[in-house]
């Protein structure tokens, strides 16, 4: 499990926010887990720092930490959060790997002035920071670029699991349509200075591929 510290112009942005919630500790039992509020130490961070947090999508292992940032502004896609606030929960096979407290975390801090709705495909949110839909990982999934010295990173978040699916031009196990999940990594190839620049959500391999300042930290240049 990862998430992505972004700083730059004015800003310090953290891409998913991780779980913690007991629920899943005592169900997935993960080992040497941090939560992500409590890793950004090691950039000499506090959760109060962060200015920014980017939503990929909703699944509970990237949005359960959402209220663990007091200042942040949230962002997610428009469509992602007005459904799993509401329609699909009318049924039990539409909300797959949901948290109802994660969603109800979300409608809080939208009622507090503090979620920014990203509306579709290429919006730039920040300077520098833009949101992509992704594949039909989850209703309206999201990935991320990001402007820097190196070139255009891609922050592909679960759109690209491991970097095997993109060397295979194959789709990631859990998707509701491959094809879309497809077409996502084919834009991704498109967006990125350079492949190596496309950074996959699961992949231990990311921190074998780029410097490694600490411990558990990767340096994306």
């Known amino acids: 499990m990862m998430v992505w510290l972004v700083k730059g112009n ?8 991780g779980f913690y919630r007991d629920q899943f500790m005592k169900q997935w039992k ?7 509020s409590e890793a950004i130490a090691r950039m000499g961070l506090k959760p109060e720092d962060i200015t920014d947090l ?26 992602e959060l007005e459904y799993y606030a509401g329609s699909a929960w009318q049924s039990r096979q539409t909300h797959g790997g949901i948290d ?10 939208n009622t507090q002035g503090r979620v920014g709705l990203v509306n579709g495909d290429a919006q730039e949110i920040l300077p ?11 209703y309206a999934s999201q990935f991320v670029t990001v402007n820097t010295a190196a070139g255009t990173v891609v922050l592909a ?11 295979k031009h194959a789709a990631i196990a859990q998707t509701l349509d491959a094809e879309s999940n497809l077409r996502a990594q084919d834009r ?5 200075s350079d ?15 780029f410097p490694n300042p600490q411990p558990g930290v990767a340096k994306i240049q």
């Open 10 to 17: 004015g800003h310090t942005i953290l891409v998913d926010a």
């Open 30 to 36: 993960p080992v040497d887990y941090e939560k992500p």
């Open 54 to 79: 980017i939503i990929t999508h909703l699944h509970w292992d990237h949005a359960d930490g959402v209220d663990l940032f007091p200042k942040a502004r949230t962002w997610i896609q428009k469509d």
């Open 100 to 109: 109802a407290d994660d969603v109800l975390a979300l409608v809080k801090l």
């Open 128 to 138: 520098g920071i833009s949101c992509y839909i992704g594949g039909k990982h989850t």
């Open 157 to 167: 978040s679960d759109n690209m699991y491991l970097y095997e699916n993109l060397e």
């Open 188 to 192: 991704m190839k498109q967006l990125a």
């Open 195 to 209: 492949p190596r620049l496309i950074v996959p959500g699961h992949d231990p391999a990311v921190m074998t591929k």
